[in-house]
């Protein structure tokens, strides 16, 4: 292995972070589009981010609240997991390893097949349909690849 003086950068944890914070927005955006071609959920199934809404201000949310609510929290948890991701990479660079498909892998575990459950925010997986399984592996895959993809290129300009 050949190492580039030329391409030598140092490690950045504010760099990591903000890279990161972008392609977890990114990531977030392309998983949300994924989505509504492939939906995880039934129609009329109340996703795990509403419930958690509904909840935190203990009452039921209309449905433009619901919407809004859906959108605010995936979207600042796509930010805030892809800045931690970033961080990681920083400091340890095979945490990248598969082009963004291991973070999104580990993201899923973390999630929809451990916390959501624990938390009453999502049926446990051994319950969800293997359509419904499918839909967030494939779509958590997507977000992990646009988040590293981005992730890179950002660090890289930086």
């Excluded at 972070?17 to 990531?27: E, I, S, V, Y």
């Excluded at 809404?53 to 979207?75: C, D, N, W, Y």
Aim: net charge positive.
């Amino acid at each position: 292995m050949v190492i580039s003086l030329f391409n030598f950068r140092r490690p950045s944890l504010s760099k990591g972070l903000f890279a990161g914070a972008m392609g977890g927005l990114a990531g977030g955006l392309v998983k949300a589009a994924a989505e509504v071609i492939y939906p995880p959920r039934v129609q009329g199934q109340t996703s795990p981010p509403v419930i958690l809404m509904q909840r935190t201000v203990g009452r039921p949310l209309s449905s433009r609240q619901q919407k809004i609510a859906e959108s605010s929290v995936h979207f600042a948890f796509s930010a805030a997991v892809g800045a931690l991701y970033g961080a990681l990479a920083e400091c340890w660079p095979d945490a990248t390893a598969g082009q963004g498909t291991a973070f999104a892998l580990v993201l899923l575990g973390a999630t929809h097949e451990s916390a959501l459950p624990a938390l009453h925010l999502a049926e446990p997986a051994r319950r969800q349909s293997k359509r419904e399984q499918l839909s967030e592996l494939v779509t958590h895959l997507v977000f992990g690849i646009t988040a590293e993809q981005l992730r890179r290129r950002i660090r890289t300009w930086m």
